[in-house]
């Protein structure tokens, strides 16, 4: 059986996977001058402070605190994604990656 707790770290090591490639740094533009940011690629249209003025921000950081390998600022914008409506779906890579799908294999071998 699957804990909640360890539900959510599996739910995380697939999404970083599929979003970055476990890369804290990764930043990718977008045409409209937007940028997806970090391990989760979390996007500066809505969530963090870039260089677009007028931007949204609920995260209330700056794009630049998700590149940090420290990943505290970025677990806690990714908790406040996942609390919208729109939850997890919010990521393309969860929905085509690893919404539905036996996530167990991510950590099989892990001594927890």
């Not at 990718?28 to 996007?43: K, L, R």
Request: charged share 20%; with cysteine; hydrophobic share 40%.
């Amino acid at each position: 059986v699957v804990s909640a707790l360890w539900g959510a770290l599996l739910i995380r090591v697939c999404l970083a996977y599929f979003t970055s490639g476990f890369n804290t740094a990764a930043v990718d533009h977008e045409a409209d001058g937007s940028t997806n940011n970090g391990i989760f690629q979390i996007s500066s249209r809505r969530w963090c402070r870039n260089l677009t003025p007028n931007a949204p921000n609920v995260c209330r950081m700056y794009c630049s605190d998700l590149l940090n390998p420290n990943l505290k600022d970025t677990v806690i914008c990714a908790m406040k994604i996942t609390q919208e409506p729109q939850g997890l779906g919010y990521w393309e890579a969860w929905r085509h990656h690893c919404q539905g799908k036996d996530l167990t294999d991510w950590v099989d071998g892990c001594d927890f």
